[in-house]
Antibody, heavy 121, light 109 residues
Framework: QITLKESGPTLVKPTQTLTLTCTFS??????????VGWIRQPPGKALEWLAL???????RYSPSLKSRLTITKDTSKNQVVLTMTNMDPVDTATYYCALSSIAAAGSFRYWGQGTLVTVSS | QSALTQPASVSGSPGQSITISCTGTSSDVGSYNLVSWYQQHPGKAPKLMIY???KRPSGVSNRFSGSKSGNTASLTISGLQAEDEADYYC?????????FGGGTKLTVL
């Protein structure tokens, strides 16, 4: 059974750095073709892809947010960490992590439940 | 990379069929057949309904089907049921980045 779960602060202040952790089970991020991505959704708005890291440590970022994002993995802990610097109230959103694999190319087959992050002073 | 264009809302009666369009460009939707579709009920995480343009993950009803023509992908839901009422998002992958559509709210009348 594949599961993913996001964790991190629910409230951050403007200009602070957000660190989110995705802890997963049921698959390995050392398996060829596997990747874990982050997607966010502001309240009442659409999904927005942020970043993805592949099994071979290849990293991809949203062009519009690339300067603020860093994605890393710890295969031994089954975790993927996303950091986003210089947080702003417009970054208030539910942040999801999701599994992407070659078996369903280009898509996100399994999702975490999401974690709501509010940016406010 | 601009968001893909979806109608804001569609509606249909139980038993009917509806189609949601997703328009991109030759650089995303039109370049590869790697469009996916997600269903999202209020307060829930998105659920993959269609991948690689027209394939269904195991467990997804065959009432859901996907297709593509040029720069426009489509999701068709046949035999509408009350439980289909949700938001639907398309997503295109053309190497990187992934681009989502603006979402379509489906109302079952």
């Amino acid at each position: 059974q594949i599961t993913l779960k996001e964790s991190g602060p629910t409230l951050v202040k403007p200009t602070q750095t957000l660190t989110l952790t995705c802890t997963f089970s049921g698959f390995s991020l050392s398996t060829s073709g596997v990747g874990v991505g982050w997607i966010r959704q502001p309240p009442g708005k659409a999904l927005e892809w942020l970043a993805l890291i592949y099994w071979d440590d290849d990293k991809r970022y949203s062009p519009s947010l690339k300067s603020r994002l860093t994605i890393t993995k710890d295969t031994s802990k089954n975790q993927v960490v996303l950091t986003m610097t210089n947080m702003d109230p417009v970054d208030t959103a539910t942040y999801y992590c999701a599994l992407s694999s070659i078996a369903a190319a280009g898509s996100f087959r399994y999702w975490g439940q999401g974690t709501l992050v509010t940016v406010s002073s | 990379q601009s968001a893909l264009t979806q109608p804001a809302s569609v509606s249909g009666s139980p038993g009917q069929s509806i189609t949601i369009s997703c328009t991109g460009t030759s650089s995303d939707v039109g370049s590869y057949n790697l469009v996916s579709w997600y269903q999202q009920h209020p307060g829930k995480a998105p659920k993959l309904m269609i991948y690689e343009g027209s394939k269904r993950p195991s467990g997804v009803s065959n009432r859901f089907s996907g297709s593509k023509s040029g720069n426009t992908a489509s999701l068709t839901i046949s035999g509408l049921q009350a439980e289909d009422e949700a938001d639907y998002y398309c997503c295109s992958y053309a190497g990187s980045p992934w681009v989502f559509g603006g979402g379509t709210k489906l109302t079952v009348l």
